[in-house]
């Protein structure tokens, strides 16, 4: 059965937590909705983990939608959330809602992400006036990385009160979740007791009502740095390099192809 927004707000009512990761392709797609994760992002992350990227900041809406694309051929019952990419909503509410439209028709995703709490919520009450179901994210805000000077703890002394209008602003605009990232856990606590909507947390502690994790960090596949928040879960990244250098091993060696692998 597809997961829809309702189903968020019906399983923060019963006290069931929600399960989401990213994925940026078909195969990996089919990977975590066979596994049975309530909601796949596809998330500007794929700028750094798959693009290369130094930031989130170049993605372009193309990327996105590309990607996005792939996921959706590859799920059956996940919700699949566009990250909406810099610059593709912030330049003003006709832009977020051509973007975002966009986004849902040349894809067929199911709802839209975007960063930032009260400075943003005019454009999610339009996002959702509209139609498009979008899911709010506070607390540390990649796409204002520039801004912050770093991926820095958000919420802390009077950042606090801050965070909390934030989440109340995405609240009333017609969220129906919001990610909490990189805060103080007792904050997140907080919010997500304070809230009607689901708290999603990735680095915020274990009382959100759900956890969202980039696959390539939870199975190890992106080494190059490993935030505290993240669990690994595999080291794929490591049994790759070892099958990959057994197969340059049996390739120079004449081992493979054997009359098993031949016509």
């Given at each position: 059965m597809?997961?829809t927004t309702?189903m968020?707000l019906?399983?923060?009512?019963?006290?069931?937590?929600?399960?989401?990761?990213?994925a940026?392709?078909?195969?990996?797609?089919?990977?975590?909705?066979?596994?049975?994760v309530?909601?796949?992002?596809v998330?500007d992350?794929?700028g750094m983990?798959v693009?290369?990227?130094?930031?989130?900041i170049?993605?372009t809406m193309?990327?996105?939608i590309h990607?996005?694309?792939?996921?959706?051929?590859g799920?059956?019952?996940?919700m699949?959330i566009?990250?909406?990419?810099?610059l593709?909503?912030?330049?003003?509410?006709?832009d977020?809602?051509?973007?975002a439209?966009?986004a849902l028709?040349?894809t067929?995703?199911?709802?839209v992400k975007i960063?930032g709490?009260?400075e943003?919520?005019?454009?999610i009450?339009a996002?959702?006036d509209?139609?498009?179901?979008v899911?709010g994210?506070?607390g540390?805000?990649?796409q204002?990385?520039?801004v912050?000077?770093?991926?820095k703890l958000?919420?802390?002394?009077e950042?606090?009160?801050?965070?909390?209008?934030?989440?109340?602003?995405v609240?009333?605009?017609?969220?129906?979740?919001?990610?909490?990232?990189?805060?103080?856990q007792?904050?997140?606590?907080?919010?997500?007791e304070?809230?009607?909507?689901?708290?999603i947390?990735i680095g915020?502690?274990k009382?959100?009502?759900?956890?969202?994790?980039v696959f390539?960090?939870?199975?190890?596949?992106?080494?190059?740095?490993?935030?505290?928040?993240?669990?690994?879960?595999?080291e794929?990244?490591k049994?790759?390099?070892?099958?990959?250098?057994?197969?340059?091993?049996?390739?120079?060696?004449?081992?493979?192809?054997?009359e098993?692998?031949s016509?």
């Amino acid at each position: 059965m597809a997961v829809t927004t309702a189903m968020f707000l019906e399983k923060k009512k019963k006290g069931e937590k929600i399960t989401i990761l990213t994925a940026y392709d078909y195969l990996t797609a089919k990977i975590v909705d066979s596994a049975g994760v309530d909601a796949i992002l596809v998330g500007d992350s794929l700028g750094m983990v798959v693009l290369g990227y130094p930031s989130t900041i170049p993605v372009t809406m193309e990327e996105m939608i590309h990607h996005t694309k792939a996921v959706v051929r590859g799920r059956k019952n996940a919700m699949v959330i566009f990250d909406m990419p810099f610059l593709s909503y912030q330049t003003g509410i006709r832009d977020a809602i051509l973007n975002a439209g966009r986004a849902l028709k040349e894809t067929r995703c199911d709802a839209v992400k975007i960063e930032g709490g009260v400075e943003q919520k005019e454009t999610i009450r339009a996002l959702v006036d509209s139609g498009i179901p979008v899911m709010g994210h506070i607390g540390l805000q990649p796409q204002s990385v520039n801004v912050y000077g770093g991926y820095k703890l958000r919420g802390k002394g009077e950042e606090r009160e801050k965070i909390i209008e934030d989440a109340k602003a995405v609240e009333e605009a017609g969220a129906f979740a919001v990610v909490l990232e990189k805060i103080p856990q007792s904050l997140a606590k907080e919010i997500t007791e304070s809230l009607s909507i689901p708290t999603i947390g990735i680095g915020a502690g274990k009382y959100c009502d759900g956890q969202v994790l980039v696959f390539h960090d939870m199975v190890g596949l992106f080494e190059e740095f490993k935030p505290k928040f993240v669990k690994r879960y595999a080291e794929l990244g490591k049994l790759a390099r070892e099958a990959v250098k057994e197969y340059i091993k049996e390739v120079k060696s004449g081992k493979f192809p054997d009359e098993e692998h031949s016509y």
